[in-house]
C-alpha cells in the first residue's frame, strides 16, 4: 500500500497543474490608458498567493508585439507599463487582443494571458488634401453633381462613422451615396445657376464628423472657380461725348478716348473699337480710332471755316461666340484761334566777332513777318539774353543785331542769341530763331603761373639731367595767342644764387624745357657749395605783341651724406691741461696720437678727448665714437657723443706701459661714413704726467698747430716730455698777463658805449614792426630755420656759431645794377649774444647802448651792404645767404 501511494499523489498533483496550464485568463483595457494603471490581479487569477515566492518569478512573454504591460513584482497585479494605441497594434482589426505567456519557474509552469485593447475616438477624420479644387462652367444646369474625395477615420466601429456638413451656401450642397455597405460616395450639387459677373469664385468648407463622445471633426476647402460665358454686351461709360478741339491742332492730337467694358472675361470681354458712320463723310480721313484703347486721334487737319462740328458714331464689339457689340457717340466742335506763327529769317551775319570789337558793331540783319492780319499780324521782336547783343529796328519787318557791351573770349567763346518773336493774337503766338555768334580772339591775357613761388626739394648729387619739377604757366588765349615757352630769367637779380665763394648765376645750375616747363638740374648739385638756389622763370606767350608772366622757384638741396668725418687739430691750451688733453690726427682720414696717464688714475678721469668736424648736416653730421681696438674690456672707455677718452676703471701697473687704442668716428647718415684714429696712452707716475700735461699746454700756446694739450706725435712722446717741464712756470706768468689785459678791455668798451649812449638818437629802436625771425642750433649741428631769410657770422675756423646772428627780411643783394635798388632799407637789427638766459629777458641800458651802436655803425658804413663788399671764407670769416 505504502509503495503504490507515493506514485498515485504525484500523479494527481500532475494532473491538476496540467488542467492549471491549460487555462486562460483573459483582461481588457482601454487605449491610451495611463501607465501604472492596474489592468487585473494576475498572480490571484492564476491562484498564485502574493506572499508565495512564486508570484515573485512571473515573467511575461509577448508573442510578436510589443506588450505596452508588465507584471509587478510587488503585487503580483498586470500594469500598463507604456503607451497603448490600438491603432498602432491592430489597426482596423476588431477586436483588438493580445495575448501574452506568464512563466514561472522551478518548477517551470506556463500560463496564457489574453488582454484586449478597446478603442476610444482618438483620432480625428481627415480628407486626403486640406484644399480641393474645381472648375464649373457658368452655364451648368442645377443639379449637376461633382465628386469629391470623402474623409476617413483610424477609429473603429460608431467612433469612425462619419457625416458630412458644408458651410452655409446659396448655389450649392453636399450629398452621400451609398455604393454598398462598405463604401460612401461624396457628390457636391449645383442647386442654383451660377453668374460668374457676380462671383468669380465660391469658397466653401466640407466638415466631417465621426460618431464619437464627443464628436471629432475634420475639414476640407473645397474651391470653385466658375468659367465665364459670352453673356454680357459691351457697354460705353457715356453715351455721347462732348468735345472741343482747336483748329491747329497738329497731326495725333487725342480728340478722346472712349471706353466700353464688358464683364465677361477672356476673349469674351476683349472688346474691339471702330468708327461706325462719320458725319460729314469727307471727313473720313481726318479721325482714326485705336482699336484696342479706343483712343480717337486726328489724321489730318482742321479748318473751323470749313467744317466747326462733326459727329462720329463709335461701336465696341467682344469677341465672344457669338459677338455682342455696344454703341456711343462723340460731338466735336472745332474752336477758331490764332492758327498762324510769326516767322524770323537772318539776311545777313558777319561772324566771327573779334573780343574788342566797339560796342555799336553790327552783327546781323534779320527779317520778322506773319501771314495773320490785324492784330494777329503784328509781331514784336527782342534778343536774349539781352546781353551782350541787342535788337535795333531799321524799318517795319527789319532788325538789326549789334553789340551792346564788350566781349571777353576767354569768359564767353561763343554766344547763342536766340531772337524771339511774337504777334497780338489772344492767345499770342511766338517764334524764335537762334543766332550762333562766335568770338575771336586777341592777345590780351599774360600767362599766370599756377603759383607765385615754387618750392622744389632736390636731393644732393643728383644726376645731370634729372628733373627737378614742373611748372605750368595758363594763358586762357588760344592758338598762338595761348601758346607759352618757358625760360629761365638773366640779369636784374632774377636768376643768381649764393654759393661758398661768391654768386654765379642759376642757369648755371638748372634749365628749364621751353615747350613743357620741365625744370632740370645741369649738373649735380653740392649742399655743402650752396643751399638754396632762387631764381624766376618767364613765362611767354606766342601773341602780337608778346605777353610774360614771371614765377619765383626756390631750389632746397637736401643734403646727402657724401662727407665722412674729419679730424681737427686740437685747440691751443684748454681745461684739460696738465690732467688730459684733446687728441688730433696728422691726417684727414686717421692719425696716431699720445697721451699721458698716471697710474691709480680713479675711473671715470678724461684722458684725452678725441675732436672730429663732418662737412655735411643734420644726422648725416651727427657723431659718435667707438672704441673699435681692443675689442676685449680694457682700462679706457669713449664717449659715444663727446669723444672723450676716459678711464673705465682705476689703472694698475698690471695694464703696462703703454695702451694702444683705436677709435672709429661715425656719423648717423645712410650709409654710415667713418674714420679712424689711433691713441697711444702712455702710463706713468703722478709728477711725471703733470709735467707732460703742462708741457703740452705751454708748446700748444705757442704753436696753435701743436697736436692738443697732453697729446705729442708718437715720434717726439720721450723729447716733448722734458720740454714740457721747463716752460710750466712761463705759462703761468702768460695767461696772467692775458687775463689782466681782457678785463681792462673790457672796461675801456662800458665806458666808451656808455658814452655813445647819451649822444644816440631817441628814436632809434631795436625791431621793426615785422616778426624777428628765429635761427637756433640742432642737437646734432645742423641749422635749423624759418622761410624768412637770415645772416650768420662766424669767425672760427670750424663751423659757424652762434655767437653773433644778424637778421634780415630780405635775402642778401644779388650781383648787378639792379642789387642797390631793389635792396629794401632794412626795418630793424636784432642781435643775439650767446650768454645766460636772463640777459636777453632784461632791457638793461648797457644792451640798449650796444643796439644803438650798431645801429649807427651800419648806417654810417652802407657799403657794407653793397655788392661785392660781403665778407667771405677769405677774409677769416663765412658770410651765407639761406
Given at each position: 500500500m505504502?509503495?503504490?501511494?507515493?506514485?498515485?499523489?504525484?500523479v494527481?498533483?500532475l494532473q491538476?497543474?496540467?488542467?492549471?496550464?491549460?487555462?486562460?485568463?483573459r483582461?481588457?483595457?482601454p487605449?491610451?490608458?495611463?501607465?501604472?494603471t492596474?489592468?487585473?490581479?494576475?498572480?490571484?487569477d492564476?491562484?498564485?498567493?502574493a506572499?508565495d515566492?512564486?508570484?515573485?518569478r512571473l515573467?511575461l512573454?509577448?508573442?510578436g508585439?510589443?506588450?505596452?504591460?508588465?507584471?509587478?513584482?510587488?503585487?503580483g497585479?498586470?500594469v500598463?507599463s507604456s503607451r497603448?494605441d490600438r491603432e498602432?497594434l491592430c489597426?482596423k482589426?476588431?477586436?483588438?487582443a493580445?495575448?501574452?505567456?506568464?512563466?514561472?519557474?522551478?518548477?517551470?509552469r506556463?500560463?496564457?494571458?489574453?488582454?484586449?485593447?478597446t478603442?476610444i475616438?482618438?483620432?480625428?477624420?481627415?480628407?486626403?488634401a486640406a484644399?480641393?479644387n474645381l472648375?464649373?462652367?457658368?452655364?451648368s444646369?442645377?443639379g449637376?453633381?461633382?465628386?469629391?474625395e470623402?474623409?476617413?477615420d483610424?477609429?473603429?466601429g460608431?467612433?469612425?462613422?462619419?457625416s458630412?456638413t458644408?458651410?452655409?451656401?446659396?448655389h450649392?450642397?453636399?450629398e452621400?451615396e451609398?455604393?454598398?455597405?462598405r463604401s460612401k460616395?461624396?457628390?457636391?450639387?449645383?442647386a442654383?445657376?451660377?453668374d460668374?459677373?457676380?462671383?468669380a469664385v465660391?469658397r466653401l468648407?466640407?466638415?466631417?464628423s465621426?460618431g464619437?463622445?464627443?464628436?471629432?471633426t475634420?475639414?476640407?476647402?473645397v474651391?470653385?472657380?466658375?468659367?465665364?460665358?459670352?453673356?454680357?454686351?459691351?457697354?460705353?461709360?457715356?453715351?455721347?461725348?462732348n468735345?472741343l478741339?482747336?483748329?491747329?491742332?497738329?497731326r495725333?492730337?487725342l480728340?478722346?478716348?472712349?471706353i466700353a467694358?464688358d464683364?465677361?472675361?477672356g476673349i469674351?470681354?476683349?472688346?474691339?473699337y471702330e468708327i461706325d458712320?462719320?458725319?460729314?463723310p469727307?471727313?473720313?480721313d481726318?479721325?482714326?480710332i485705336?482699336?484696342k484703347?479706343?483712343e480717337?486721334?486726328?489724321?489730318?487737319?482742321?479748318?473751323?471755316?470749313?467744317?466747326s462740328?462733326?459727329?462720329l458714331h463709335?461701336?465696341?464689339t467682344?469677341?465672344g461666340t457669338?459677338?455682342?457689340?455696344g454703341?456711343?457717340?462723340?460731338?466735336?466742335e472745332?474752336v477758331?484761334?490764332?492758327d498762324?506763327?510769326?516767322?524770323?529769317?537772318?539776311?545777313s551775319?558777319?561772324?566771327p566777332?573779334p573780343?574788342?570789337?566797339a560796342?555799336?558793331?553790327v552783327?546781323?540783319l534779320?527779317?520778322?513777318?506773319d501771314r495773320d492780319?490785324?492784330?494777329n499780324?503784328?509781331v514784336?521782336?527782342?534778343a536774349?539774353?539781352?546781353s551782350?547783343f541787342?535788337l535795333v529796328?531799321?524799318?517795319?519787318?527789319s532788325?538789326s543785331?549789334?553789340?551792346?557791351e564788350?566781349l571777353d573770349r576767354e569768359?564767353v567763346?561763343e554766344y547763342?542769341?536766340?531772337?524771339r518773336?511774337?504777334d497780338?493774337g489772344?492767345?499770342?503766338?511766338?517764334?524764335?530763331?537762334a543766332?550762333?555768334?562766335p568770338v575771336?580772339?586777341?592777345?590780351?591775357?599774360?600767362?599766370?603761373?599756377a603759383q607765385?613761388?615754387?618750392?622744389?626739394?632736390?636731393?644732393?648729387n643728383?644726376?645731370?639731367?634729372?628733373e627737378?619739377?614742373?611748372?605750368?604757366?595758363r594763358?586762357p588765349d588760344?592758338?598762338?595767342n595761348?601758346?607759352v615757352?618757358?625760360s629761365?630769367?638773366?640779369?636784374g637779380?632774377?636768376?643768381?644764387?649764393?654759393v661758398?665763394g661768391?654768386?654765379?648765376?642759376?642757369?648755371s645750375?638748372v634749365?628749364?624745357?621751353?615747350e613743357?616747363g620741365?625744370?632740370?638740374?645741369?649738373?649735380?648739385?653740392?649742399?655743402?657749395?650752396v643751399?638754396?638756389?632762387?631764381?624766376?622763370?618767364r613765362?611767354?606767350?606766342?601773341g602780337?605783341?608778346p605777353l610774360?608772366?614771371n614765377?619765383t622757384?626756390?631750389?632746397?638741396?637736401v643734403?646727402?651724406?657724401d662727407n665722412a668725418?674729419a679730424?681737427l687739430?686740437?685747440?691751443?691750451?684748454g681745461p684739460?691741461a696738465?690732467?688730459?688733453?684733446?687728441?688730433?690726427?696728422?691726417?684727414?682720414g686717421?692719425?696716431?696720437l699720445?697721451?699721458w696717464?698716471?697710474?691709480g688714475?680713479?675711473?671715470?678721469?678724461?684722458v684725452?678727448?678725441?675732436?672730429?668736424?663732418?662737412a655735411?648736416s643734420?644726422?648725416?653730421?651727427?657723431l659718435?665714437?667707438?672704441?673699435?681696438e681692443p675689442?676685449e674690456?680694457?682700462p679706457?672707455r669713449?664717449?659715444?657723443?663727446?669723444?672723450e677718452?676716459?678711464?673705465?676703471r682705476?689703472?694698475?701697473?698690471?695694464?703696462?706701459?703703454r695702451?694702444?687704442l683705436?677709435?672709429v668716428?661715425?656719423d648717423h647718415g645712410?650709409p654710415?661714413?667713418?674714420a679712424?684714429?689711433?691713441?697711444s696712452?702712455?702710463?706713468?707716475?703722478?709728477?711725471?704726467?703733470?709735467?707732460?700735461a703742462?708741457g703740452s699746454?705751454?708748446?700748444?700756446?705757442?704753436?696753435?698747430?701743436?697736436?692738443g694739450a697732453g697729446?705729442?706725435?708718437?715720434a717726439g712722446a720721450e723729447?716733448?716730455a722734458?720740454?714740457?717741464?721747463?716752460?710750466?712756470?712761463?705759462?703761468t706768468?702768460?695767461w696772467?698777463?692775458?687775463a689782466?689785459?681782457?678785463v681792462?678791455?673790457?672796461?675801456l668798451?662800458?665806458?666808451?658805449?656808455?658814452?655813445a649812449?647819451?649822444w644816440?638818437?631817441?628814436?632809434?629802436?631795436l625791431?621793426?614792426p615785422?616778426?624777428?625771425?628765429?635761427?637756433c642750433a640742432?642737437?646734432?649741428?645742423?641749422w635749423?630755420?624759418?622761410?624768412?631769410?637770415?645772416?650768420?657770422?662766424?669767425v672760427?675756423?670750424?663751423?659757424?656759431?652762434?655767437?653773433?646772428?644778424?637778421?634780415?627780411?630780405n635775402?642778401?643783394?644779388?650781383p648787378?645794377?639792379a642789387?642797390?635798388?631793389t635792396?629794401p632799407?632794412?626795418?630793424a637789427?636784432l642781435d643775439t649774444?650767446?650768454?645766460?638766459?636772463?640777459?636777453?629777458?632784461?632791457p638793461?641800458?648797457?644792451f640798449?647802448s650796444l643796439?644803438r651802436?650798431?645801429?649807427?655803425?651800419?648806417?654810417?658804413?652802407r657799403r657794407?651792404?653793397?655788392?661785392g663788399?660781403?665778407?667771405g671764407?677769405?677774409?677769416g670769416?663765412?658770410?651765407?645767404?639761406?
Amino acid at each position: 500500500m505504502g509503495v503504490w501511494w507515493g506514485p498515485a499523489v504525484r500523479v494527481l498533483v500532475l494532473q491538476a497543474a496540467w488542467a492549471l496550464v491549460g487555462g486562460q485568463v483573459r483582461y481588457s483595457v482601454p487605449e491610451e490608458a495611463k501607465a501604472g494603471t492596474v489592468v487585473g490581479r494576475l498572480a490571484q487569477d492564476l491562484g498564485l498567493e502574493a506572499v508565495d515566492p512564486e508570484a515573485r518569478r512571473l515573467r511575461l512573454v509577448a508573442q510578436g508585439r510589443r506588450a505596452s504591460v508588465e507584471v509587478s513584482g510587488a503585487s503580483g497585479a498586470l500594469v500598463v507599463s507604456s503607451r497603448l494605441d490600438r491603432e498602432e497594434l491592430c489597426g482596423k482589426s476588431a477586436p483588438c487582443a493580445l495575448r501574452l505567456e506568464v512563466l514561472v519557474e522551478r518548477p517551470l509552469r506556463v500560463f496564457h494571458v489574453e488582454l484586449e485593447v478597446t478603442d476610444i475616438n482618438d483620432n480625428a477624420p481627415l480628407f486626403p488634401a486640406a484644399r480641393k479644387n474645381l472648375s464649373i462652367a457658368e452655364s451648368s444646369l442645377p443639379g449637376s453633381r461633382f465628386p469629391l474625395e470623402g474623409a476617413s477615420d483610424a477609429d473603429i466601429g460608431a467612433n469612425a462613422q462619419l457625416s458630412y456638413t458644408l458651410s452655409p451656401s446659396e448655389h450649392f450642397r453636399v450629398e452621400e451615396e451609398n455604393i454598398n455597405s462598405r463604401s460612401k460616395s461624396l457628390f457636391l450639387v449645383l442647386a442654383k445657376p451660377l453668374d460668374r459677373e457676380a462671383v468669380a469664385v465660391h469658397r466653401l468648407v466640407v466638415t466631417a464628423s465621426d460618431g464619437g463622445r464627443p464628436p471629432l471633426t475634420g475639414t476640407m476647402e473645397v474651391v470653385i472657380s466658375v468659367l465665364d460665358a459670352n453673356d454680357n454686351a459691351p457697354q460705353f461709360n457715356q453715351s455721347v461725348y462732348n468735345m472741343l478741339l482747336p483748329e491747329d491742332a497738329l497731326r495725333g492730337t487725342l480728340v478722346a478716348r472712349v471706353i466700353a467694358t464688358d464683364p465677361d472675361e477672356g476673349i469674351n470681354g476683349e472688346v474691339i473699337y471702330e468708327i461706325d458712320t462719320l458725319n460729314p463723310p469727307s471727313s473720313s480721313d481726318i479721325f482714326s480710332i485705336d482699336a484696342k484703347s479706343g483712343e480717337i486721334r486726328l489724321t489730318g487737319a482742321l479748318d473751323f471755316e470749313t467744317v466747326s462740328l462733326y459727329d462720329l458714331h463709335i461701336k465696341a464689339t467682344d469677341k465672344g461666340t457669338p459677338p455682342l457689340s455696344g454703341h456711343c457717340k462723340v460731338v466735336l466742335e472745332v474752336v477758331d484761334v490764332n492758327d498762324n506763327a510769326p516767322e524770323v529769317w537772318v539776311t545777313s551775319l558777319s561772324v566771327p566777332v573779334p573780343e574788342d570789337a566797339a560796342v555799336g558793331t553790327v552783327v546781323a540783319l534779320l527779317s520778322v513777318s506773319d501771314r495773320d492780319s490785324g492784330a494777329n499780324g503784328r509781331v514784336r521782336c527782342a534778343a536774349w539774353p539781352p546781353s551782350p547783343f541787342g535788337l535795333v529796328s531799321t524799318f517795319a519787318g527789319s532788325y538789326s543785331l549789334v553789340l551792346r557791351e564788350s566781349l571777353d573770349r576767354e569768359r564767353v567763346a561763343e554766344y547763342e542769341v536766340e531772337v524771339r518773336a511774337e504777334d497780338g493774337g489772344a492767345p499770342p503766338l511766338r517764334a524764335s530763331r537762334a543766332v550762333r555768334v562766335p568770338v575771336s580772339d586777341v592777345n590780351d591775357n599774360a600767362p599766370a603761373f599756377a603759383q607765385a613761388v615754387y618750392t622744389v626739394l632736390a636731393r644732393e648729387n643728383n644726376a645731370a639731367g634729372a628733373e627737378l619739377a614742373r611748372l605750368w604757366a595758363r594763358d586762357p588765349d588760344e592758338a598762338g595767342n595761348g601758346r607759352v615757352s618757358y625760360s629761365v630769367a638773366e640779369g636784374g637779380g632774377g636768376g643768381a644764387a649764393a654759393v661758398v665763394g661768391g654768386w654765379r648765376p642759376a642757369s648755371s645750375y638748372v634749365s628749364v624745357d621751353a615747350e613743357s616747363g620741365r625744370l632740370w638740374a645741369l649738373q649735380p648739385l653740392d649742399y655743402e657749395e650752396v643751399q638754396v638756389l632762387q631764381f624766376e622763370v618767364r613765362a611767354v606767350d606766342a601773341g602780337e605783341p608778346p605777353l610774360c608772366g614771371n614765377a619765383t622757384v626756390q631750389v632746397f638741396v637736401v643734403d646727402e651724406n657724401d662727407n665722412a668725418p674729419a679730424l681737427l687739430p686740437a685747440a691751443g691750451g684748454g681745461p684739460w691741461a696738465g690732467a688730459s688733453g684733446e687728441a688730433a690726427a696728422s691726417g684727414p682720414g686717421s692719425g696716431a696720437l699720445w697721451a699721458w696717464a698716471a697710474w691709480g688714475a680713479p675711473a671715470g678721469q678724461v684722458v684725452a678727448k678725441i675732436r672730429a668736424v663732418d662737412a655735411d648736416s643734420g644726422y648725416n653730421a651727427w657723431l659718435r665714437y667707438e672704441l673699435w681696438e681692443p675689442r676685449e674690456k680694457g682700462p679706457f672707455r669713449v664717449g659715444l657723443y663727446s669723444g672723450e677718452v676716459s678711464t673705465a676703471r682705476a689703472l694698475e701697473e698690471a695694464d703696462g706701459p703703454r695702451q694702444r687704442l683705436v677709435i672709429v668716428v661715425r656719423d648717423h647718415g645712410e650709409p654710415a661714413r667713418s674714420a679712424t684714429a689711433t691713441l697711444s696712452v702712455s702710463l706713468v707716475e703722478g709728477a711725471e704726467a703733470a709735467l707732460a700735461a703742462a708741457g703740452s699746454s705751454s708748446s700748444s700756446s705757442s704753436s696753435p698747430s701743436s697736436a692738443g694739450a697732453g697729446l705729442r706725435p708718437a715720434a717726439g712722446a720721450e723729447g716733448g716730455a722734458a720740454a714740457a717741464a721747463a716752460a710750466a712756470a712761463a705759462t703761468t706768468n702768460v695767461w696772467l698777463v692775458v687775463a689782466i689785459c681782457a678785463v681792462s678791455s673790457l672796461f675801456l668798451l662800458a665806458v666808451v658805449l656808455y658814452g655813445a649812449s647819451r649822444w644816440a638818437p631817441r628814436a632809434a629802436v631795436l625791431s621793426g614792426p615785422g616778426p624777428a625771425t628765429l635761427v637756433c642750433a640742432s642737437e646734432v649741428g645742423s641749422w635749423s630755420y624759418s622761410q624768412r631769410q637770415s645772416r650768420s657770422l662766424c669767425v672760427a675756423d670750424g663751423a659757424g656759431k652762434s655767437d653773433l646772428m644778424v637778421f634780415s627780411p630780405n635775402f642778401p643783394p644779388l650781383p648787378g645794377p639792379a642789387a642797390k635798388e631793389t635792396q629794401p632799407e632794412p626795418p630793424a637789427l636784432l642781435d643775439t649774444v650767446s650768454g645766460p638766459p636772463f640777459l636777453a629777458s632784461r632791457p638793461f641800458p648797457l644792451f640798449a647802448s650796444l643796439a644803438r651802436v650798431a645801429l649807427l655803425a651800419r648806417r654810417l658804413g652802407r657799403r657794407w651792404w653793397e655788392p661785392g663788399s660781403a665778407p667771405g671764407p677769405a677774409g677769416g670769416g663765412c658770410w651765407s645767404g639761406a
